[in-house]
């Protein structure tokens, strides 16, 4: 199987401040960490790849820095990693962060076709969980969230069968092959890196793809393809 991960680099939670001007987040001088939620998701391609074999692929998109998340991928499990960073990304909103990700997993798939795309259900800077649908609508994937258990896959039968959370209770969810997850917290406990694994995820290359790397349409990404304007947070 060909598992790609979409990770997020974001500001620890105890120190994100807002810059009152632009509404955005302040991301100048505050550490940053893997999104928990797509930590989770990496956890749970370590688990499928040790059960049914095959590829991780982790991607994310992000300023030369976010490279550090995916030196933590390797060491977690990943095979191969690939930051998606160059200016015309910046500014996007979730409609052009999932075209750009969408763009980048077909990108993955000309030469293994991916089977599945893990991601965390939302990211704890942003919360608003559209990122991961995004993808799966672009892909024409199938669309699978608030995943909590993933109770079996068949490759060969292309099937996949997971617990969705839903209002009051559970949803059990039997899907086609390719398909996009977007996981919840509980749904797996994240490993710890063993030592040799760090050293060698810190040597590692982290190939750079820029908009025409995917063969991105311009006026699709960053703040030109983004409609989405922020009037007020509170």
Known sequence: MHIACCLKQVPDTAQVKIDPETNTLVRT????????????????????????????????????????ILRQALSLGADQVALLSDRAFAGADTLATSYTLSMAIRKLGEKIPVDLVLCGKQAIDGDTAQTGPGIATRLKY?????????????????????????????EVVLGDLPA??????????????????LIESLEASVPIWNAKSIE???????IKGSPTSVKKIS
Not at 144 to 165: A, C, E, F, G, N
Not at 216 to 221: K, P, R, T
């Open 180 to 197: 996009l997850l977007t996981v919840e917290l509980d749904l797996a406990r994240p490993r710890r890196a063993s030592l040799p694994a």
């Open 142 to 170: 199938t669309q699978l969230t608030y995943v909590s258990q993933v109770q079996w896959i068949d490759p060969d039968k292309r099937k996949i069968q997971v617990k969705r959370k839903v209002g009051g209770g559970v």
């Open 29 to 68: 001088g505050i550490e940053s960490i893997l999104n928990p939620f797509d930590l989770v998701a990496l956890e749970l391609a370590a688990r499928i790849k040790e059960e049914h074999g095959g590829t991780i692929s982790a991607i994310t998109m992000g300023p030369l820095q976010a490279s550090s």
């Open 216 to 222: 991105a349409v311009e006026a699709l990404i960053g």
